[in-house]
Nanobody, 123 residues
Framework: HVQLVESGGGSVQAGGSVTLSCVASGFTESGAYVAWIRQAPGKGREGVAS????????YYADSVKGRFAIWQDNAKKTVYLQINYLRPEDTAMYYCAAELLLMRPLDASEHNYWGQGTQVTVS
C-alpha cells in the first residue's frame, strides 16, 4: 500500500532555510503527483508545490514562487521541498500528499494519499 513519510521540519529562524523530505513508497505506476500541502493554525490547507514524478514537471503556488523548490531523487523514492528566506507566515504543518491522476496538482482535495506531516515553525 502507499506510504508517505515526511521529515525535516523543526524550529528555524526567519531568513533561514529548511529542507523537507517525503519518502514515497507503494506506488506501482511509473508516475504520480507528489505535492507539499501546508496548513497553518486556524487556516485551510494550501498546496505550495507539486512534482509529477515521471516527467519532473513542477508546479508552484504563486505565493511561494522564487522561495520554494521541489525536486525528487528517484533512487531514494524521495521528494524534497526546500524553503528559503523563511518568514513567520511559513509556520505550518507541512504534509506530503500524492495522487496518480488529478486535474489540479496543488488542490489538496484531489489527493487521496497523505503523510503524517512535519511541523515547521519560523520565529
Amino acid at each position: 500500500h502507499v506510504q508517505l513519510v515526511e521529515s525535516g521540519g523543526g524550529s528555524v529562524q526567519a531568513g533561514g532555510s529548511v529542507t523537507l523530505s517525503c519518502v514515497a513508497s507503494g506506488f506501482t505506476e511509473s508516475g504520480a503527483y507528489v505535492a507539499w500541502i501546508r496548513q497553518a493554525p486556524g487556516k485551510g490547507r494550501e498546496g505550495v508545490a507539486s512534482i509529477y514524478t515521471e516527467t519532473d514537471r513542477t508546479y508552484y503556488a504563486d505565493s511561494v514562487k522564487g522561495r520554494f523548490a521541489i525536486w525528487q531523487d528517484n533512487a531514494k523514492k524521495t521528494v524534497y521541498l526546500q524553503i528559503n528566506y523563511l518568514r513567520p507566515e511559513d509556520t505550518a504543518m507541512y504534509y506530503c500528499a500524492a495522487e496518480l491522476l488529478l486535474m489540479r496538482p496543488l488542490d489538496a482535495s484531489e489527493h487521496n494519499y497523505w503523510g503524517q506531516g512535519t511541523q515547521v515553525t519560523v520565529s
